[in-house]
């Protein structure tokens, strides 16, 4: 009975002597620590551990036999115990006591605690991204907010300003605002906050599509190969976050090989269990990889646990913003996947980007931009719900110069009220999150349901419901993403008013 039970024990159990020499290891700790079950017999169980705990071992149960003070027995530990080759990992440690024929025994039982580590890791891991993602979240908002008022006040002021120097500042000035709109939009994008439009994708194809343009990127000091699965699924996700995505891994490769070297993306299937580990953020089931993988100078592991968070980079100043990879995360974690690292210092990192396999394709299209004035109002009266004054001043103004008569509340209770004083409002232009107990979303509900002849469109910079788009996509309801240039709210209240796309 008892040899059945040590030959079929999940854990580890080792029995040693007084004298630290093995006595007895069972199958579960020879596969566990890389031997042979012969291996143990005679030895001192001081080879399965790494320092500090060899040198310190003796000294414990010398100790314990002479003075009966206990550090492990009958009390139990987390250590590091060392495999066959050398290599450490967490377990957790239980002695106990017994004595036959006149002699005493210990023996320890050994819990492998390298997946629960794992997993532990993970979870913190995603804590932190989480909370890091709330806080770029909530900056991008009040960031997008300025950048609207920026933007709007430029394009007003450019209508009355004639060619010459006043006319080239305007100008700078535009561009800078429109760079601070795509920063707060990689933003948005690592806090996994911006809005998506998902499409079926083939990765494959658009991996061949990117050859050329990331060959230019790259240079001719670098080799770009593919190895591509010709089975693989599709995935739905946004194309053109992915391909921001592609070419800011290819980018962060090429800078990590300033001497030239091999660039490989590779696709294929990948099928988690529910007992996978290998990827412990992702949920069980099936998904699309890609992996980018350089034979650059590799990341050491304090930076590797870093290379997601915003603004973190090893690029010397001025050479990057530290927003590349942490997007590719926010694209990937937002697309019901995620991304992960491999890296060895001097050898070369690999980047996995793990995609959900495609269920149903959502088919999204794009607009070209055209002219202002085709998009003009008739004197259509708009009610504007915004609880920021001078975004709700700005978007006044731009709103009667396209033709419209406006009306103004600062939150969704204010505009139920003046709904119910009016009755020519045609349409509800209404931030997404305001104070005063009631979101954009419970106003468009609200009117909905109290006022079904009058059209919503929200706008918003930053919300949580942004991820939602399913439910914007099935109540039918426009969202115009801060910051907007005049010629997008017109286009946009125009499809609203006309219910259609146009084109």
Known sequence: MVEALL???????????????????????????????????????????????????????????????????????????????????????????????????????VHDLSGHKRSEAALQQAQKMDAIGQLTGGIAHDFNNLLTIVIGNLEL?????????????????????????????????????????????????????????????LGETVVLSSSLSPDLWTTVTDPSQLESAIVNLAVNARDAMPRGGKLALETGNVVLGDDHVSVPALRPGEYVRLSVTDTGHGMSETVRQKAFDPFFTTKERGRGTGLGLSMVFGFASQSGGTATIYSETGIGTTVNVYLPKAEAARIGASVDEGDVREFHGSGETVLVVEDDDRVRRLTTIRLRDLGY?????????????????????VLVLTDLVMPGGMSGHELSDAVRDQFPRIKVMLTSGYAEELVNGDRLVREGITLLRKPYRLMELARAIREVLDGERLR
């Open 7 to 109: 030959e079929s024990a999940v854990d580890a159990i080792i029995a040693i002597r007084a004298d630290g020499t093995i006595e007895r290891a069972n199958p579960a700790a020879a596969k566990l620590f890389g031997y042979n079950s012969e291996d143990f017999v005679g030895r001192n169980v001081t080879f399965l551990m790494p320092e500090p705990y060899r040198s310190e071992h003796d000294q414990y149960l010398q100790r314990y036999l002479a003075t009966g003070r206990r550090r492990i027995i009958g009390i139990g530990r987390e250590v590091l115990g060392q495999r066959s080759d050398g290599s450490t990992f967490p377990m957790h440690l239980s002695v106990g006591e017994f004595h036959a024929g006149g002699d005493r025994y210990f023996t320890g039982i």
């Open 157 to 217: 002021l450019e209508r009355h300003v004639t060619a010459g120097l006043p006319q080239e500042l305007l100008t700078e000035a535009q561009e800078a605002a429109d760079l601070g709109a795509r920063l707060t939009s990689r933003l948005l994008a690592f806090a996994s906050r911006s809005p998506m439009e998902p499409q079926q994708v083939d990765l494959n194809m658009l991996c061949l599509g990117l050859t050329d343009m990331l060959q230019r990127t």
């Open 405 to 425: 008569d406006v009306l103004e509340a600062e939150n969704a209770r204010r505009a139920l009220s003046v709904l119910e004083e009016e009755d020519r409002v």
